[in-house]
């Protein structure tokens, strides 16, 4: 009984410390990227240094690299998250659209809502795409769920609303404008403008009709 009983408290503390080192290194994660995206918003990518970074999270630069290999990665990562986030909030708004017309309209504005967040326009417009690049961030974009518009053009397609266009490049072109108009706005622009010129496009592009 006496060997069964050391047994089991052995094997108690061994599940005891190995959650204490997922709890440490998620920590220690959650560190490093809370204090890269307040130094990326407030610096810019390019004049945050890694000691930098290292300093406001309190950890070790051997940390940085265990978690990252590199600045670029830790951005990579930033620019997931926000992306997953805008996604999420993108699909929460239009689950339950009844129309076509509905799910983009709604669409847009919980894009334009996800976009309000202090700094997430300038990691997921600005610095995301000269670091990553285009291409990665499309990807990023595509593996986040960022496909919604598409989706959305696409079921306003099987009705015969927009017979011949090519979806994918008018998604791409819808997505650039909405971009553009997400940066005014964090720049310091009235977001209604934006919203209601964002669903006079949409009605025109489907309707015929503003």
Not at 160 to 188: C, H, N, T, W, Y
């Amino acid at each position: 009984m006496y060997l069964f009983i050391n047994k089991q408290a052995a094997c108690m503390q061994e599940k005891l410390e190995r959650r204490s080192n997922r709890d440490r290194t998620a920590a220690t994660r959650a560190a490093l990227l809370k204090a890269a995206r307040a130094l990326f918003i407030e610096k810019g990518y390019a004049d945050t240094g890694t000691p930098e970074i290292v300093a406001a999270a309190k950890v070790t630069r051997g940390a940085l690299y265990h978690h990252f290999s590199d600045k670029a990665g830790l951005l990579r990562a930033i620019v997931e998250a926000e992306a997953k986030e805008v996604a999420s909030t993108i699909e929460h708004a239009t689950r339950d659209a009844e129309t076509p017309l509905d799910a983009l309209t709604e669409g847009a504005d919980a894009y334009f809502e996800a976009m309000r967040t202090p700094g997430r326009a300038r990691l997921l417009l600005l610095e995301g795409p000269v670091v990553l690049g285009i291409d990665e961030m499309a990807a990023i974009d595509s593996a986040s769920g960022g496909q919604t518009l598409l989706d959305g053009l696409r079921l306003a397609d099987r009705d015969g609303r927009l017979a011949g266009v090519p979806l994918k490049q008018l998604s791409e072109m819808l997505s650039a404008a909405f971009d553009r108009a997400a940066l005014a706005i964090a720049g310091g622009a009235r977001e209604a403008p934006y919203r209601d010129a964002a669903r006079s496009l949409l009605k025109a592009l489907l309707l015929g009709k503003t």
